[in-house]
């Protein structure tokens, strides 16, 4: 699976749009975007996941550069229970087994 | 719906000692797996599992023992603790990876300390 490439800490202002990036310029084909967060020292929490195409859910949204090399997660109106570290993960689509590799993340501290 | 339930929540042992800690799921999911977290560090997967009868290593499986006698179980020993296992461990479990792509359910941990 690819590595990714996650700033270590960002700050956003309660209310306004978090934008979280990430890179990942050895992606291939077959691998997909994952995004999860831990608040505080709970489980990790999933939030979205893409392959090639823009996804949005309730939570959150998920833009990927069309060469696939990066990507960024979105959170539209950031609350201060959004305040966690940020994981972004790629993963093939193996045919067996799922080893998800977290990496350090990125804490984001929403400010009011 | 439970989902992931780990226990016990805090566990503190001594050096030598062995311990289990324990991992259910109530999904019918197949794949189970176990991860450390060290402080300020991210996760490291030690063992998983894609189904009952079968185990494989992580990254870091010295030290730890898995195996997978039921779907919904997953234990994970460690046979002698060492103050270098001191740390907060998860346990995750999803449907199987074959022919799609599904999100990990995460437990809320077990936190460890050797003494």
């Known amino acids: 699976d690819a590595k990714t490439t996650q700033p270590p800490s960002m700050d956003c202002a309660e209310g306004r749009a978090a934008n979280l990036p990430c890179n990942h310029s050895?992606?291939?084909?077959?691998?997909?975007v994952y995004w999860y967060r831990q608040i505080h020292s709970q489980g990790p929490q999933y939030i979205i996941h893409?392959?090639?195409n823009n996804e949005t859910n309730e939570m959150a949204s998920l833009i990927i550069t069309e060469d696939r090399k990066s990507s960024t997660l979105i959170l539209p109106h950031a609350t201060l229970r959004d305040t966690a570290v940020y994981y972004c993960i790629v993963r093939s689509r193996d045919n067996y087994g799922q080893n998800f590799v977290f990496g350090p993340g990125t804490r984001l501290s929403v400010l009011p | 719906n439970a989902g992931v339930t780990q226990t016990p929540k805090f566990q503190v042992l001594k050096t030598g000692q062995s311990m289990t800690l324990q991992c259910a799921q109530d999904?019918?999911?197949?794949?189970m797996s176990w991860y450390r977290q060290d402080p300020g560090m991210g996760l490291r997967l030690i063992h998983y599992s894609v189904g009952a009868g079968i185990t494989d290593q992580g990254e870091v499986p010295n030290g730890y023992n898995v195996s997978r006698s039921t779907t919904e179980d997953f234990p994970l020993r460690l046979l002698s603790a060492a103050p270098s296992q001191t740390s907060v461990y998860f346990c995750?479990?999803?449907?199987?990876?074959?022919?799609?792509?599904?999100?990990?359910?995460f437990g809320n941990g077990t936190r460890l300390t050797v003494t």
């Open positions: 999904m019918n999911h197949e794949y």
């Open positions: 995750a479990s999803s449907r199987s990876g074959q022919g799609g792509i599904t999100p990990l359910h």
């Open positions: 893409g392959l090639k």
């Open positions: 050895t992606i291939s084909g077959n691998e997909y």
